[in-house]
Nanobody, 120 residues
């Protein structure tokens, strides 16, 4: 059984910063891409940032230059540093990872979500 557990959400003022963390645990043979998605009330879940196992990254246009995704392969972890936060960034943030539990088939796993609120 594979689990993704997020932490680091909370309330921050506009212009502030937060750092989200996500750690994968359980039966893991290999982790491929990891990343972050978000979903605001009444909106569809959208990609925020992804990072491949070798380190290449991809960002939504709305967060480029403000957010940085990184990973620690030794810890099976992915991080999202969020700077210059705006009210539009408020959402539930979900960790995502493509994981092969036994080296045969890969599956898409999701964390439980962590709330980010941006408000003065």
């Amino acid at each position: 059984q594979v689990q993704l557990v997020e932490s680091g959400g909370g309330l921050v003022q506009p212009g502030g910063s937060l750092r989200l963390s996500c750690a994968a645990s359980g039966s893991i043979f290999r982790i491929y891409a990891m990343g972050w998605y978000r979903q605001a009330p009444g909106k569809q879940r959208e990609l925020v940032a992804t990072i491949a196992s070798a380190g290449s990254t991809n960002y939504a246009d709305s967060v480029k230059g403000r957010f940085t995704v990184s990973r620690d392969n030794a810890k099976n972890a992915v991080y999202l540093q969020m700077n210059s936060l705006k009210p539009d960034d408020a959402a539930v943030y979900y960790c995502n990872a493509l994981i092969s539990p036994r080296g045969v088939t890969s599956y898409n796993y999701w964390g439980q979500g962590t709330q980010v609120t941006v408000s003065s």
